[in-house]
């Protein structure tokens, strides 16, 4: 059993930041890659930036430059920077991580952006 925990969501101002973290039950070294997904309500989920084992990073290209994943295998956590966010960026954003073909998620924590 997998738990993820995510945490750092809320309400931010248009061109605001916000860190969001997800806490691992199982060492981070057992997951191939982890990532964060977003689903903006009518939408379909999508990722918005992952990272493997070996640290190399992949983001959607709508969150390029303003976002940043990194990991401390140490904690067992993994961190998703978000700066310069629009209201376009309003979704609930899940924790995923990766075993193989095995996937599981955190239940998601809301970010909203909005004046």
């Known amino acids: 059993q997998v738990q993820l925990v995510e945490s750092g969501g809320g309400l931010v101002q248009p061109g605001g930041s916000l860190r969001l973290s997800c806490a691992s039950s199982?060492?981070?070294?057992?997951?191939?890659?982890m990532g964060w997904y977003r689903q903006a309500p009518g939408k379909e989920r999508e990722l918005v930036a992952s990272i493997n084992l070996g640290g190399v990073t992949t983001y959607a290209d709508s969150m390029k430059g303003r976002s940043l994943i990194f990991r401390d295998n140490s904690k067992d956590t993994v961190w998703l920077h978000l700066n310069s966010l629009s209201p376009e960026d309003t979704a609930v954003y899940f924790c995923?991580?990766?075993?193989?073909?095995?996937?599981?998620w955190g239940q998601g924590t809301q970010v909203t952006v909005s004046s």
């Open positions: 199982r060492n981070m070294l057992d997951f191939n890659r």
């Open positions: 995923n991580a990766q075993i193989y073909r095995t996937n599981y």
